[in-house]
């Protein structure tokens, strides 16, 4: 099953399905498990119902929370936003910028747990967790540098040059963009063995998503937002 095959609502039956299996397939559904205290990876073959009834959890609130980790797509946006700076830096911020920050540390934690437990696997990702740890901190430099200084320039000045902050811009997505190649060759382009346990499957599942959510993030500005405030050759 893949993440766009998932449920997307509450009322979706998340209750019939495995703790291992919603690990593997929702990215970000190990945050909420583990802020549950379920065990999505030695007790994985437990369904999400069993393992609530078993904890004595309300089942209506760990299926809300994982319906709002079902990915969202730019595809139905309105076309108004693409061209309306002040609509478009929300949806940025919000579909982007708020996911990174909450996506990433979890995946930092699920990489060092992989790190640790399987530390003598041939093919485990050894650095994985501080390479992420070093992307999430430039990151939260970067996203902090749009938030409070571009994106409030562009608020106030629709349809000015800002050629020279929007370059600086660019380069750190250049950065950004070999770091995430650092991941792949580290990962082996997400390739698991064969014996990966739930907890390195949900890890990879994760990167996955952040991996297109990047590509997405950054198109969106490069090429969308940028250009409202750059010279036209």
Same mark, same amino acid.
Not at 50 to 55: I, T
Not at 86 to 108: G, K, M, T
Not at 143 to 152: A, G, T, V, Y
């Given at each position: 099953?893949?993440?766009?095959?998932?449920?997307?609502?509450?009322?979706?039956?998340?209750?019939? $399905?495995?703790?291992?299996?919603?690990?593997?397939?929702?990215?970000?559904?190990?945050?909420?498990?583990?802020?549950?205290?379920?065990?999505?990876?030695?007790?994985?073959?437990?369904?999400?119902?069993?393992?609530?009834?078993?904890?004595?959890?309300?089942?209506?609130?760990?299926?809300?929370? $994982?319906?709002?980790?079902?990915?969202?797509?730019?595809?139905?946006?309105?076309?108004?936003?693409?061209?309306?700076?002040?609509? $478009? %830096?929300?949806?940025?911020?919000?579909?982007?910028?708020?996911?990174?920050?909450?996506?990433?540390?979890?995946?930092?934690?699920?990489?060092? /747990?992989?790190?640790?437990?399987? /530390?003598?696997?041939?093919?485990?990702?050894?650095?994985?967790?501080?390479?992420?740890?070093?992307?999430?901190?430039?990151?939260?430099?970067?996203?902090? /540098?749009?938030?409070?200084?571009?994106?409030?320039?562009?608020?106030?000045?629709?349809?000015?040059?800002?050629?020279?902050?929007?370059?600086?811009?660019?380069?750190?997505?250049?950065?950004?963009?070999?770091?995430?190649?650092?991941?792949?060759?580290?990962?082996?382009?997400?390739? $698991?063995?064969?014996?990966?346990?739930?907890?390195?499957?949900?890890?990879?599942?994760?990167?996955? /998503?952040?991996?297109?959510?990047?590509?997405?993030?950054?198109?969106?500005?490069?090429? %969308?937002?940028?250009?409202?405030?750059?010279?036209?050759?």
């Amino acid at each position: 099953m893949h993440s766009q095959d998932l449920p997307a609502s509450s009322s979706s039956p998340f209750a019939t $399905l495995p703790l291992g299996q919603l690990a593997r397939d929702l990215p970000g559904s190990t945050a909420v498990f583990r802020r549950h205290r379920l065990d999505f990876c030695c007790g994985g073959d437990m369904t999400l119902e069993a393992a609530a009834q078993a904890r004595q959890l309300d089942l209506a609130t760990i299926e809300r929370e $994982l319906s709002e980790l079902s990915p969202q797509s730019l595809d139905d946006t309105p076309t108004d936003t693409l061209h309306d700076p002040d609509a $478009l %830096i929300d949806l940025i911020v919000s579909r982007f910028h708020d996911v990174h920050r909450r996506e990433l540390p979890e995946l930092i934690t699920l990489a060092a /747990k992989v790190e640790r437990v399987h /530390k003598d696997h041939a093919e485990v990702p050894a650095g994985l967790a501080a390479l992420l740890q070093e992307m999430l901190d430039e990151l939260q430099e970067h996203m902090q /540098k749009e938030e409070q200084i571009l994106f409030p320039m562009m608020r106030r000045n629709p349809g000015a040059v800002l050629t020279p902050p929007i370059s600086r811009m660019r380069a750190e997505h250049d950065d950004h963009g070999r770091m995430l190649q650092r991941v792949q060759d580290l990962t082996r382009d997400l390739r $698991l063995p064969a014996e990966a346990c739930n907890t390195w499957r949900a890890l990879y599942a994760g990167l996955d /998503k952040f991996t297109a959510d990047f590509m997405q993030h950054v198109h969106t500005e490069n090429n %969308i937002l940028f250009p409202q405030f750059e010279e036209q050759a």
